[in-house]
């Protein structure tokens, strides 16, 4: 037994934001500037932390970065109305709307209405159907799947791992993260099995996995001895734990853990990404680069 790669996904984004602030200034140059619209509905304090930090990396970017926040009671046609007036808008290339939505707002409406050029979170029917098809060219591609084949695009090449061919197992088929990155691993000719609650014997499923994709939304529920020696972990969710004492402001203190057990993970698998700074941060940095490719998009690019 030895001891796992960390991944780091914070190290991996910094890059690519560099990266994406450089193409943003080219741009710039030739008078358009990426800009991302951010649509909060209620205050729910994560989602509230997800869209500051969209924000601020929007703006590190030099993009314009616009952010609304709408009260819990606005109305599905009032969402609408702002999304349609975002549509039209030429000063803005990406539409976010941070779900989930409070109230009764039909989230399927909602995405629909987002102009597939301008859907940056690719949730939107069209963009699902390009990236279900392979054309990954004109597909705006949900940012933490693409954020997830990024870090395993680069840890496969480090260790020498070869994809094709390999058993890939996604845990979760969720149209946000799950099927998106079963396409995308299939793309890049894995064997891959999608498993969701409804699936019998999760732990001799994943045992076979040379590459594990967790996205379920259950804290540590994957045990280290499901995991196949040396195999590639990616743990997507983020799940919140109450830890002991009470914060700065007073507040009691919480941590973030994935759903992979993580110290028992790391005896077994080859590498694995960190709850936090692994998936998370990759997925801001892949909501900057579908901003930038739709200001490219738009600027005939
Ligand atoms: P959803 O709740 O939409 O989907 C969860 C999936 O897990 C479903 O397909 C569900 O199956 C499956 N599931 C639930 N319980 C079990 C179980 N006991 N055994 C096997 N499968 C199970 O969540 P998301 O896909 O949106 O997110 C998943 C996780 O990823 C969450 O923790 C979320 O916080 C995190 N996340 C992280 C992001 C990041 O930036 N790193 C971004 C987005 C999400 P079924 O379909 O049968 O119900």
């Known amino acids: ?4 790669l960390l991944i780091d996904g914070k190290r991996a984004s910094e890059r690519m934001l560099a990266s994406i602030a450089e193409k943003a200034q080219i741009l710039i140059n030739g008078g358009i500037k990426p800009g991302l619209a951010v649509i909060l509905v209620g205050e729910d304090p994560a989602s509230q932390v997800y869209v500051k930090s969209k924000g601020h990396t929007a703006v590190a970017c030099g993009f314009h970065s616009v952010q609304h926040d709408l009260p819990v009671s606005t109305t599905e046609e009032e969402i609408l109305d702002l999304i349609a007036r975002l549509n039209a808008d030429p000063t803005i290339h990406g539409i976010l709307m941070q779900l989930p939505l409070p109230g009764g707002a039909d989230p399927t409406r909602i995405i629909e209405s987002i102009a597939p050029s301008k859907d940056v979170d690719g949730l939107h029917p069209l963009n699902a159907g390009l990236l279900a098809v392979g054309n990954f060219h004109r597909a705006l591609i949900p940012c933490t799947p693409a954020g997830c084949v990024h870090l395993l695009d ?11 061919g390999a058993e890939a197992v996604v845990v979760g088929r969720s149209n946000l993260v799950g099927k998106p990155i079963a396409q995308l691993l299939l793309a890049r000719n894995a064997t891959v099995t999608l498993a969701h609650s409804k699936s019998r014997d999760l732990p001799a499923i994943i045992s076979r996995a040379d590459l594990l994709v967790a996205a379920v939304g259950r804290p540590e529920m994957i045990r280290g001895n499901w995991i196949k020696p040396g195999a590639i972990v990616l743990d997507v969710g983020i799940n919140r734990l109450p830890a002991e004492g009470l914060t700065a402001s ?4 919480s941590r973030l853990v994935g759903d992979v057990a993580r110290e028992e993970a790391l005896t077994r698998a080859a590498a694995i990404t960190p709850v936090p700074g692994g998936v998370g941060p990759m997925t801001i940095a892949m909501l900057m ?13």
């Open 1 to 4: 037994t030895g001891s796992a």
């Open 250 to 253: 007073g507040k009691p203190k």
């Open 289 to 301: 680069a579908n901003t930038l490719r739709a200001a490219e998009a738009y600027a005939g690019l």
């Open 154 to 164: 680069q840890t496969a090449a480090e260790l020498g791992v070869d994809l094709a």
